[in-house]
């Protein structure tokens, strides 16, 4: 099992702190990737005018805090999430999370990924594989994913009713959802953000989950690196 803090930055400052708190604890952290329109809420780089500097990351002109000790996860909870997901990439995201709600084009989001990954560029800058990951609303049914699941690497249920907030109560109903999903497809890494905790974890294990996202949980903790450990325990009982 997986643990990845999870980071809601609301200025590129504020996200240079987390990373720089988190290097040594976790080797991958979820960054919340938040527009304002596919959810209310917003989150660096649509905060503060603050686009323009990303784009000096996509454009390969500046590098991510700690990207030498550190690798992240973009969850784009964006609005057609095809027009970012490239720039996520050569950001230098190891994983980038679609949600399947926010597009009216799976397809062309499949299309663009795999294209990308045949660019030659590509496979000189970074020593990793990049992993695609569909992200479920709770209330979708997961037979919607079934033509796609042999083009994405992982899928990430959703553990609260109303994405897009940290610290809101765990939905139970996702616990069927992975339960689902694993009978399913057997070999598939289920990821489950939102929600996790340390009361909640084993059961998302039980169910078949093996990566585990938290975010308050793990913030809102007196001592960081005592919690992580203590999840990571969860995994080995």
């Known amino acids: 099992m997986e643990l990845i803090p999870a980071i809601m930055p609301r200025s590129f400052s504020e996200l240079r702190e987390a990373l720089e708190t988190i290097s040594g604890l976790a080797e991958t952290v979820q960054i919340d990737v938040m527009d304002g329109i596919f959810v209310p809420e917003k989150s660096w780089p649509y905060t503060d005018?603050?686009?323009?500097?990303?784009l000096t990351l996509a454009e390969g002109r500046d590098s991510f805090p700690q990207h030498e000790t550190v690798d992240f996860e973009a969850d784009l909870m964006?609005?057609?999430?095809?027009?970012?997901?490239?720039?996520?990439?050569?950001?230098?995201?190891?994983?980038?999370?679609?949600?399947?709600?926010?597009?009216?084009?799976?397809?062309?989001?499949?299309?663009?990924?795999?294209?990308?990954?045949?660019?030659?560029?590509?496979?000189?800058?970074?020593?990793?594989?990049?992993?695609?990951?569909?992200?479920?609303?709770?209330?979708?049914?997961?037979?919607?994913?079934?033509?796609?699941?042999?083009?994405?690497?992982?899928?990430?249920?959703?553990?609260?009713?109303?994405?897009?907030?940290?610290?809101?109560?765990?939905?139970?109903?996702?616990?069927?959802?992975?339960?689902?999903?694993r009978e399913r497809y057997p070999a598939?890494?289920?990821?489950?953000?939102?929600?996790?905790?340390?009361?909640?974890?084993?059961?998302?294990i039980v169910a078949g989950a093996n990566r585990l996202v938290a975010g308050s949980a793990i913030w809102e903790s007196e001592d960081l690196e005592e919690t992580i450990e203590m999840f990571r325990e969860l995994a080995q009982k």
């Open 49 to 54: 005018g603050d686009y323009e500097g990303f």
């Open 188 to 204: 598939c890494t289920i990821s489950v953000d939102g929600g996790v905790s340390l009361e909640t974890a084993p059961r998302l």
């Open 78 to 181: 964006v609005a057609n999430p095809e027009e970012e997901i490239l720039k996520w990439i050569r950001a230098g995201a190891r994983r980038v999370i679609v949600h399947y709600e926010s597009t009216a084009s799976f397809e062309r989001i499949i299309s663009l990924f795999k294209d990308r990954m045949h660019e030659k560029e590509l496979a000189d800058a970074y020593s990793k594989p990049i992993e695609l990951g569909v992200a479920l609303d709770i209330k979708t049914p997961n037979e919607l994913l079934d033509p796609w699941m042999r083009d994405v690497n992982f899928v990430q249920c959703m553990g609260i009713a109303k994405i897009g907030y940290q610290g809101q109560p765990f939905d139970e109903r996702v616990i069927e959802k992975v339960r689902d999903f």
